[in-house]
Nanobody, 123 residues
Framework: QVQLVESGGGLVQAGESLRLSCAAS????????MGWFRQAPGKEREFVAG????????YYADSVKGRFTISRDNAKNTVSLQMNSLKPEDTAVYYC????????????????WGQGTQVTVSS
């Protein structure tokens, strides 16, 4: 059974940066697409970014395009989300997802999830 553990969240001011990490244990992430979602209070969980295996293709929500960068280190079994120019509307719990093998959509919520890490951006 894979375990996904997110880290790197925190409280920052608007315009600052954070780097989130998702570390996998128990199973390799080889051959799996990976992604990040977020959920703000009172809102549904929404897609943020996704990355193919072994990492040649990245896909972003329009709201974060140009500010966020997803990457993966396959040797370390980790996925990262570099978040720049943060805005108050980026405030949410951020979740890492391992998509099912063969998944063709980054928007699916089927998969294995981490427990989430809180990101709070003050204005």
């Amino acid at each position: 059974q894979v375990q996904l553990v997110e880290s790197g969240g925190g409280l920052v001011q608007a315009g600052e940066s954070l780097r989130l990490s998702c570390a996998a244990s128990g199973r390799t992430l080889n051959n799996y697409r990976m992604g990040w979602f977020r959920q703000a209070p009172g809102k549904e969980r929404e897609f943020v970014a996704g990355i193919s295996w072994p990492g040649g293709t990245q896909y972003y929500a329009d709201s974060v395009k140009g500010r966020f960068t997803i990457s993966r280190d396959n040797a370390k079994n980790t996925v990262s989300l570099q978040m720049n120019s943060l805005k108050p509307e980026d405030t949410a719990v951020y979740y890492c997802i391992r998509y099912p093998l063969g998944s063709t959509s980054y928007y699916t919520t089927s998969g294995f999830w981490g427990q989430g890490t809180q990101v709070t951006v003050s204005s």
